[in-house]
C-alpha cells in the first residue's frame, strides 16, 4: 500500500483532502506490523486499542473540519523508553521488566494533544547505551541495507520502522548519536535537538545532561513538523530556502580522522553536490573538538552510572555484560574530575561557537563506519569494542558541544552527512537542511 511508503506530511495533506480516512491510514500500518516476519524485532509491543481510539477521535476532527494541525491523524512509533500510561515502558532492559507507567511523557502527551497517534514502542538498545542496536537481552532490529547488519542505536527500532514501511515517523532519543546513526543507517532523516529544547519529563534517562528527544522521518519537512508537535509550537517557516550565498564549514578535526570507504565516497560526493547548489564550502581545523572528545568518558559514563547505579548492581545477571561493563566504568569517575570536566566543557563550547560565527552550519559525516555484523560483533570482543566506539564518534560532537544536529541520507548506502547548527537553532537548521536535502535529490 502507498501510504506505508508516504511521508507525514503527505499522509497529513491526504487526510486535510479526505482521501485518506485516519482509521483506515492506522489499521493499515497495525496491519503491516503484524504481519511483518521482523516485526517482532522493531516492535517491542503495539498498542492498537488506543492507537485506534486517538484515530477515531482524528476522524471525528477531520469530519468537523476541526483538525489540530497537519499531521492531525497520521500515526508514529515511540521509542519504549517514552514512558506511555498504562503500558510497559521497559527501555530495552531486564532490570525495567514490567514497569508500566501511571501517565505519558510530556512530548507524548502534547503530541497526542496535537493528534498524532501511537502505533506502539520500538526496541531500542539496552537502556540506551550504545550506538550500535545490538540487544541480546530483548531483540536486535534489523538495518534495511544489510541483514546481517545492526541498524543503529539506542533508536534502532525507532528507525527500523520507518526503513520498513511500519511507520511514517518515529521518536527516539539521542544522547550521543542514538537518533543520528539508526537514521543514516537506515537512510532516513534524523533531528538532534539542543539540550533542553524538549522535555525529558516521563523518558527513561541515560545521562540527563545529555540526553534529547528527536525524530526519525522520510524528509526534513516531517522533522519540522514533529518538532512543532512534540514542543505544542509552531511550525518552522521552510518556504524560500536555497543554498546560494551559504557558508559551511567542513571539520577536519576528528570527524574526517580513519574514514572507511564508502562513508568517505558518501560524503564527499554529497559536499560536491552541496557546492554546486551555490554554497560555498570551507575546510577547518578545531583543536577544541579534539579536547571536547577527551571528555567523553568521564563525563557521559560519570552521569550514567550515577543515575543506575542502584538498579545495575542490584541484578547485574540481567544485562548485557559489555552494556553493564559501560555503566560501570563511570563508577571510578570522581566528583572532582566530573565537575572540572564539565567546566572545562563549557569553555570548549565557547571556543566553537567563536570559530564557527560567521558560518552557517558545519558539515561531518554521520558515522565513519557502515552498520557492523551482528554476529561478530556478539563473538568479537575487539571487534565489538572498535565498532561500538566509532559509530558514535562523530555524532558525539554534537551532544559534547551542545548543538542541534540534521542527518541527511547522502544517496551511498548506510551514509549520512550531518549539519550541525547554532544551539536552539534548529529552525534555521531545518530551513538549510530542506535546502540541502534538494541538492543531494
Known amino acids: 500500500m502507498d501510504w506505508l511508503w508516504m511521508t507525514a506530511a503527505e499522509l497529513g495533506r491526504g487526510i486535510e483532502a479526505g482521501r485518506i480516512h485516519p482509521v483506515e491510514l492506522t489499521e493499515a500500518f497495525l496491519d503491516a506490523a503484524e504481519d511483518h516476519p521482523e516485526s517482532h524485532r522493531i516492535y517491542a509491543r503495539l498498542t492498537r486499542p488506543r492507537a485506534r481510539a486517538e484515530a477515531m477521535a482524528a476522524a471525528q476532527r477531520a469530519k468537523l473540519g476541526l483538525r489540530r494541525g497537519l499531521l492531525d491523524g497520521v500515526p508514529l512509533s515511540w521509542k519504549d523508553l517514552f514512558d506511555t500510561a498504562g503500558i510497559a515502558t521497559e527501555a530495552g532492559s531486564a532490570l525495567l521488566a514490567g514497569r508500566v507507567p501511571e501517565r505519558d511523557a510530556e512530548v507524548l502527551a502534547t503530541a497526542t494533544l496535537g493528534g498524532l497517534v501511537c502505533l506502539g514502542k520500538t526496541h531500542m538498545s539496552e537502556l540506551a547505551f550504545s550506538g550500535l542496536g545490538l540487544n541480546p537481552v530483548t531483540a536486535t532490529p534489523p538495518c534495511v541495507n544489510d541483514p546481517v547488519a545492526v541498524p543503529g542505536g539506542s533508536s534502532s527500532g525507532a528507525a527500523a520502522s520507518v526503513a520498513f514501511g511500519l511507520a511514517p515517523a518515529a521518536i527516539g532519543t539521542d544522547t550521543g548519536g542514538s537518533v543520528r546513526i539508526p537514521a543514516a543507517w537506515n537512510d532516513l532523516t534524523g533531528l538532534k535537538t539542543t539540550s533542553g529544547r524538549l522535555s525529558l519529563r516521563g523518558v527513561v534517562p541515560l545521562a540527563e545532561r545529555f540526553d534529547t528527544v528527536g525524530p526519525i522521518a522520510r524528509s526534513v519537512e516531517d522533522c519540522a513538523l514533529l518538532l512543532a508537535a512534540l514542543e505544542g509550537g509552531p511550525m518552522p517557516d521552510l518556504r524560500g530556502v536555497s543554498l546560494a550565498g551559504t557558508r559551511l564549514l567542513v571539520l577536519e578535526t576528528v570527524a574526517l580522522e580513519g574514514l572507511r570507504e564508502a562513508p568517505t565516497q558518501g560524503f564527499e560526493e554529497a559536499v560536491g553536490r552541496i557546492a554546486r547548489a551555490g554554497a560555498r564550502i570551507e575546510r577547518v581545523a578545531a583543536p577544541e573538538v579534539a579536547e571536547a ?149
Open 293 to 441: 572528545m577527551a571528555l567523553a568518558g568521564p563525563l557521559f559514563t560519570g552521569e550514567a552510572y550515577a543515575i543506575w547505579r542502584e538498579a545495575v548492581e542490584a541484578a547485574p545477571h540481567l544485562m548485557f555484560p559489555r552494556i553493564l561493563e559501560r555503566f560501570r566504568s563511570g563508577g571510578s569517575v570522581s566528583a572532582a574530575d566530573y565537575v572540572a570536566g564539565w567546566r572545562r566543557l563549557m569553555a570548549l563550547r565557547a571556543a566553537w561557537g567563536e570559530r564557527t560565527a560567521a558560518h552557517d552550519a558545519v558539515l561531518v559525516p554521520t558515522s565513519p563506519i557502515l552498520p557492523p555484523q551482528a554476529e561478530r560483533l556478539m563473538t568479537d570482543e575487539d571487534y565489538y569494542v572498535t565498532e561500538n566506539l566509532l559509530a558514535l564518534r562523530n555524532t558525539r560532537i554534537g551532544n559534547l558541544l551542545g548543538l542541534p544536529a540534521l542527518t541527511l541520507p547522502t544517496g551511498q548506502p548506510s551514509c549520512g552527512i550531518s549539519l550541525m547548527g547554532r544551539p536552539m537553532g534548529e529552525e534555521r537548521l531545518l530551513r538549510l537542511g530542506l535546502a540541502v536535502e534538494r541538492a543531494l535529490g
